[in-house]
């Protein structure tokens, strides 16, 4: 549980801080020092972090996926203690026990600590020795680890599945339950169509770990993902040993929840980007705009209003400044606008057709 928690933590703010980290190493080394580097929240910068970022939690999740393995392999099961592959029979497992068990006998210690520690090993050989010569002991050893030795009244392959299938769904159950809720509180969808399909994959690969879990605890063989795939590769390629079906129902279980973990971040940086819009502001910057605008004509009138202070109770001086300020925004705004020149410069010269020779020219405004 607490490895679980830490792991959580550590999704929580590596990547993000681990991003920020390579970023500056990859400005700081190529770019020349001197030359600006990107800042926040361009679009060359948004660009590697997002290819940064995505990097980062890909190979933190295949970290924690290699970190589950090895604890697996730390941990040991009863086939690694007695030193036997997982087909060995059950004569050479009593075979390999007695010859172990002359080795490491309590009574060949010599002194009392040598004992106490020899006791606790040889109890260990005896347990894997009497559990794998016990064919139901074994079915269920096999599909549910160590545990079922803490089971009582259970005696046959069905009292030991039912038993186990009952332990493992409060584990199915409550993460469908917390699932829907994510979804429906908007915390596992993003905003974005393609974070909705996210989520679709997300239910897929869980309910085919359940199938997968099913047959693999069910079955009176072990599942074909172990005997031709998995533990070939194993034993092939790596030093490690022949993985059980409940250490693969394990590792299938913390790669999986991993996977949702990575899948969260990986949703939004996969979105598509809004385009911007053709006027090249977005509807938040036009309404500051428009706000700016207000405020601007609100300070034009309070200004004016100081201006015209003077003239206050003078109706012939009010209205003689309004003619003066009427004239030049004719002379100044109107006529200097070229739509405006033009149109002027059309209409005479349509009033001058047929006008007598010698006739005055119109005079361009």
């Not at 933190?60 to 029979?89: C, H, K, M, N, S």
């Not at 090993?121 to 269920?140: E, G, H, I, N, P």
């Not at 705009?289 to 003239?311: F, H, V």
């Amino acid at each position: 549980m607490s490895s679980n928690i830490l792991s959580y933590v550590g999704w929580t703010f590596l990547p993000n801080l681990v991003t920020g980290w390579i970023q500056s190493l990859y400005y700081g080394i190529t770019i020349r020092a001197g030359d600006p580097k990107p800042q926040p929240g361009t679009p060359r910068h948004t660009k590697h972090r997002r290819r940064i970022h995505i990097a980062v939690i890909a190979t933190y999740l295949l970290y924690t996926i290699y970190e589950a393995a090895y604890w697996v392999r730390v941990e040991g099961d009863f086939y690694q203690d007695l030193d036997l592959p997982v087909d060995v029979d059950e004569k050479k497992i009593k075979a390999r026990f007695r010859r172990l068990a002359a080795i490491y006998h309590p009574d060949k210690a010599v002194n009392p600590e040598e004992h106490a520690i020899a006791e606790i090993y040889f109890v260990k050989l005896k347990t894997a020795q009497d559990t794998l010569t016990d064919a139901t002991k074994r079915f269920a050893y096999e599909r549910f680890g160590p545990e079922v030795l803490k089971w009582q009244h259970v005696s046959s392959i069905r009292d030991y599945l039912f038993v186990g299938l009952q332990n493992a769904a409060p584990l199915y159950g409550g993460s469908v339950m917390v699932m829907i809720l994510l979804s429906l509180l908007g915390l596992s969808i993003r905003g974005s169509r393609n974070a909705k399909r996210f989520t679709q994959w997300r239910y897929l690969i869980f309910a085919c770990l359940a199938l997968v879990e099913y047959h693999t605890l069910t079955r009176p063989y072990w599942s074909p993902i172990l005997t031709k795939v998995l533990n070939p590769f194993l034993t092939t390629f790596t030093s490690y040993p022949s993985i059980l079906p409940f250490q693969f129902i394990a590792l299938a279980h913390k790669a999986t929840f991993t996977f949702f973990i990575a899948l969260g971040q990986l949703s939004p940086l996969f979105a598509p980007q809004s385009p911007p819009s053709s006027s090249g502001m977005d509807e938040q910057q036009l309404q500051r705009l428009e706000q700016l605008a207000q405020s601007t004509d609100i300070e034009t009138g309070r200004l004016l209003a100081l201006e015209m202070a003077p003239l206050m109770g003078d109706e012939a001086g009010q209205n003689d400044m309004k003619g003066r300020v009427r004239e030049w925004l004719v002379q100044n705004t109107i006529r200097a606008d070229p739509e405006v020149r033009d149109a002027v410069g059309k209409a005479m010269q349509k009033r001058r057709v047929g006008a007598p020779a010698g006739a005055r020219q119109p005079v361009a405004i």
